[in-house]
């Protein structure tokens, strides 16, 4: 078995302390007469060691944007650059390999492979690079999260809440340089997101990571350093340092008037 | 590594799904060991049929033609009288009525010299002497008849001593050995060979043997041992064009449902790319799951090969065809698993490669059925058109090559067949959709029939190979079914032709011919005649053909030949029908993993649209709805099968006539319309385990969350 090639480690020059940077970004789905512009020239700078959220009323296009990022989708048009990397330009070998090694993922539903064990879907993205993980950071996620007594079910036989808390490990687990996740809290109750979510905001804090989260809800939007606005496949603005108050009024002025400020 | 573990944990977690993934191959393995398994034993059973010539015997001397008993009887006098002759056995051979235990049936009886190197009994001291008088029996013929040593039987009104009972070839016959003398005098018993121990010269036999062929000791051994290794590769040659056929389709079907079940977990293998797996990785793991299924498959498939096979032999044995112990050929069983693995890997590759080309974003849901991808349209048509083309050209010029080599023609025509089916497996999604959209008229005034016929249109290629196979299958027993009618036909002409009448006797085996013919003209039941070299009889108007064989056989001297056209041609029917039989019972295998496949492909696709037949029985269709639309799909499915399948293969039956030179005359269109509707109604019925579960599908399912 061949090993597969390793990313090489990231220049940080999408900008001074700019992590990711998207330049006149488009994706369009379909052909023809149903063709959707899910991304319309989006144009944003996610700063590195920072906790950024993505917001935006439904159908603007924060998950198509959160796969560019990640290097899961390719743009129909314009730059996504993480550190000095123009993803669009990469092959796939190579945008395999930094999906792999520098980005940690967590989607709405935990997405885990149904046939593995929590374990082994933790370990999964070591065991694809041929590597053994780190024993003790795995150990701290897990009781961190409190799946330690967990590891060996299905998930099939875990809560909704305990797959996404696994997930989360695993996305974790490479320390990846960018941790980017779509509506991580959704599937959980107040006290598993909060415990979540603390812990992404350790991910920043303490361990220099960089993060980028979806979510719709103002309260968890409160935790991160800064939230940046879409509508309709754009930017739409920023939120410094914001509160549960400020996000949910520049929400308002987003919905209210159509067309207008855009 | 990791690939591995994956792949095989996939196959255990789910293993009723790898096994229904299987279930095609795993019938064509088990026809594949059943035929090796089978071609061994009957390998024991040709050699001691067909090695007739005792190691013992320097030279044999075969009569040419029918030979009056006393001429072959003077040949045998000279070659004894010739200097180095040690011992000469003259075989007879003939159907005898025997009566024993107060039943009288037909016996095969030959003669046995009753002891020396030259006697079958050679090697069972404790059975005999054969003496004249005497009779050795078979064990099982003694068994039948219900005698035993010194019981008497009366064979062609001679009273015989049962002498012994032993090592006798049976086949399944009732037999017996008899002295020389004895056969002589019971007559119907012509010399067929006589064995010669000696050390002698072969031209001095020659110059007393006349136009009998004379022949050294090993050299004839030497020919026995080359028909049955001939024999044997035509079997073994047979039966593997038979097992690759179910083999294909097999491939066939696997690779349609590692399609279906593969576009169902596209989620889970984009995950695996989302956390990093190259598109090989991927790949791999469907090949490494493949050859697990194939493994499964194939040791399943052997297995059940074994059991049915020492079942077959068994029931051989106990028909007294077959006296060796079972062969159970281990490294022959190995191969059929290893083929089944590579089966099943060859299968996947298709699937095994979209896989690896598999989005990330899959994994989140932002893709849709892989099924419903567009398939090159252009290319495929192009590529059928030169394939349909070449395959047209081949089977024109098979029939005038046959004329000059009829192997080469009939190697031409099954050519010409094979790029016929590489055509149907191009094009097959495109005949379902064209065949979808001609019935949809039909089904305007039914739910369920309408769902049936969007669901073939829109999954066309899973249709379309259930289609393929089937038409396979049909179109193979359609050819037989033709072929069948026509060679039936060819041979009641011929024999209608060489003969010319109810009966014959050629004229060079009776002493007095005209004598003959008078007597038996003078017989009011006879109409006797001389015409060229041989003896025609009639019935004489007005009498039954019956009376006819009364009446020549009170007339004619006991041992002489009479050849009845009634018996030649039942002869002929017979093996035509026993052909037919084994025949039909090799595309039978084709036909059964057809119909597995109709099950599998239903089973999967309604496993995989459960949240779509659960929204539209909420919508108000009845389960008895959603039960018939599956039922419409098999028969929608099987329907374009048989008919393509009974056209071309009929096709195909008339050219492999006219490539054998025989009247193709008027096609069994009966019977082929019964092959195509039994068809039909059995794929229906083999989707009745689908239907079940479409009817179980609860319609709140529809309306609850992914
Ligand atoms: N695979 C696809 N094919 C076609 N259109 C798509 C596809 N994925 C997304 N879209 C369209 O692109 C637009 C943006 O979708 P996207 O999923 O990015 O929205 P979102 O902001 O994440 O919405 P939500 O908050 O509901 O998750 C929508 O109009 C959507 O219909
Ligand atoms: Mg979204």
Not at chain 1, 25 to 43: F, I, K, P, Q, W
Not at chain 1, 142 to 149: F, N, P, T
Not at chain 1, 154 to 177: I, N
Request: glycine share 12%; aromatic share 2%.
């Amino acid at each position: 078995m061949s090993q597969p090639p390793v990313a090489p480690p990231l220049p940080t020059v999408a900008g001074p302390g700019l992590a990711a940077r998207a330049v006149d970004l488009v994706r369009e789905y379909g052909t023809g007469s149903s063709r959707v512009r899910a991304l319309d020239g989006l144009s944003v700078d996610l700063v590195e060691r920072r906790f950024t959220a993505v917001m935006g009323a439904s159908g603007s296009g924060k998950s198509t944007f959160l796969h560019c990022l990640a290097g899961l989708d390719r743009a129909t048009s314009g730059q996504m650059l993480l550190g000095g990397t123009d993803l669009g330009a990469l092959d796939d070998a190579a945008l395999t390999a930094i999906r792999r090694d520098r980005l940690g993922f967590v989607f709405q539903d935990g997405n885990l492979l149904p046939h593995l064990t929590a374990g082994e879907n933790i370990d999964l993205a070591a065991s694809l690079a041929g590597r053994r993980a780190d024993r003790a950071w795995r150990r701290e996620l897990v009781e961190r999260l409190g799946v330690a007594d967990r590891l060996r079910h299905l998930p099939s036989q875990l809560s909704g809440g305990q797959r996404q808390r696994v997930a989360v490990v695993r996305a974790l687990l490479g320390r990846p340089d960018l941790v980017v996740a779509d509506e991580p809290t959704g599937a959980l109750d107040s006290e598993a997101g909060a415990a979540l979510l603390a812990l992404l905001r350790a991910c920043v804090d303490e361990f220099g990571q960089t993060v980028v989260m979806v979510t719709h809800d103002p309260s968890a939007a409160a935790v991160t350093d800064e939230v940046v606005l879409l509508r309709d496949g754009r930017a739409a603005g920023r939120v410094d340092r914001p509160t549960r108050r400020t996000v949910l009024e520049r929400l308002g002025e987003l919905a209210a008037p159509a067309g207008v400020g855009a | 590594m990791i690939v591995a573990r994956t792949a095989l944990r996939s196959v255990l977690r789910r293993p009723r799904q790898a096994l229904l993934v299987g279930v095609a191959i795993t019938a064509a393995t088990a026809f594949a060991a059943v035929a090796l398994l089978v071609a061994a034993n009957a390998r024991v059973a040709l050699v001691a049929f067909g090695m007739v010539t005792p190691p013992a015997a320097d030279v044999v001397v075969v009569p040419r033609g029918d030979v009056a008993q006393g001429a072959a009887l003077e040949v045998a006098e000279g070659v004894r009288a010739l200097p180095g002759v040690v011992d000469v056995a003259v075989e007879h051979l003939g159907d005898v009525e025997v009566e024993a235990g107060g039943v009288t049936t037909t016996w095969k009886l030959t003669s046995d010299p009753g002891g020396g190197p030259l006697s079958a009994l050679r090697d069972a001291p404790d059975v005999g002497p054969l003496e004249p008088g005497g009779i050795v029996l078979g064990r099982r013929t003694a068994e039948r008849v219900g005698v035993d040593v010194g019981d008497t039987v009366v064979a062609g009104g001679h009273e015989l001593v049962v002498a012994g009972v032993g090592p006798v070839r049976e086949f399944g016959q009732d037999v017996g050995l008899v002295h020389p003398s004895d056969a002589v005098a019971i007559g119907g018993m012509p010399p067929v060979q006589m064995f010669v121990v000696g050390d002698v010269d072969l031209a001095a036999v020659r110059a007393v043997a006349g136009d009998a062929a004379v022949t050294s000791g090993p050299e004839q051994r030497d020919r026995e041992a080359r028909s049955v290794g001939d024999t044997l590769a035509g079997v073994l040659g047979g039966l593997s064009v038979f097992v690759a056929l179910a083999v294909v389709s097999a491939v066939v079907i696997v690779s349609s449902t590692f399609r279906i079940v593969l576009a169902r977990r596209a989620a889970e293998l984009a995950l695996l790319r989302c956390v990093g797996a190259t598109g090989r990785q991927v790949h791999r793991s469907v090949l490494a799951e493949a050859a697990c299924v194939g493994l499964l498959g194939g040791l399943v498939g052997t297995g059940a090969g074994l059991g049915v096979a020492a079942g077959l032999v068994a029931a051989a044995r106990a028909a007294d065809l077959v006296s060796a112990p079972f062969v159970a050929a281990p490294g022959g069983l190995v191969a059929c698993v290893a083929l089944s693995v590579v089966a099943t890997v060859a299968a996947a590759l298709p699937s095994a490669r979209a896989a690896g080309r598999t989005a990330p974003v899959v994994a989140l849901g932002a893709a849709r059925s892989s099924d419903a991808r567009p398939v090159r349209v252009g290319a495929r048509l192009v590529a059928a058109g030169a394939l349909t083309l070449t395959a047209v050209a081949t089977g024109a010029v098979a029939v005038p090559v046959a004329r000059t080599d009829q192997l080469t023609g009939l190697a031409l025509a099954a050519l010409s067949g094979t790029l016929v089916f590489a055509v149907l497996v191009a094009v097959g999604p495109f005949l379902v959709r064209w065949a979808a959209r001609a019935v949809r008229p039909l089904a305007a005034r039914s739910a369920a029939l309408r769902l049936a016929v969007s669901n073939a249109h829109r999954s066309s290629r899973r249709t379309a190979a259930m289609t393929t196979v089937l038409t396979l299958g049909v179109g193979l027993a359609a050819a037989l079914l033709v072929a069948v009618a026509g060679v039936t036909a060819d041979a009641r002409e011929s024999v209608v032709r060489t003969f010319g009448a109810d009966a014959l006797i050629p004229v060079d085996v009776v002493a007095d011919p005209d004598a003959l013919v008078a007597a038996l003209a003078a017989h009011p039941a006879v109409d006797a005649r001389v015409v060229g070299t041989d003896i025609l009889l009639d019935p004489a108007p007005g009498t039954d053909p019956a009376a006819l064989r009364d009446a020549v056989l009170d007339t004619v001297p006991a041992g002489t030949s009479v050849y009845w056209a009634g018996d030649v041609l039942a002869g002929i029917e017979q093996t035509v029908a026993v052909g037919q039989l084994v025949g039909a019972a090799m595309i039978g295998v084709t036909l059964v993993v057809a119909m597995v496949g109709v099950v599998v492909t239903l089973a999967l696709s309604v496993a995989e649209r459960r949240q779509e037949i659960a929204l539209v029985r909420a919508l108000g269709v009845s389960r008895a709805g959603a039960r018939r639309s599956v039922a419409a799909e098999a028969g929608l499915a099987s329907a374009v099968g048989a008919t393509l399948g009974v056209v071309l293969g009929g096709a195909y039956g008339v050219l492999a006539l006219r490539v054998l030179d025989m009247p193709a005359g008027q096609p069994p269109l009966v019977r082929l319309a019964l092959l195509g509707a039994g068809v039909v109604g059995a794929a229906v019925l083999a989707a009745a385990v689908p239907m079940r579960s479409a009817g179980r599908v609860e319609p709140a399912i529809g309306l609850a969350a992914r």
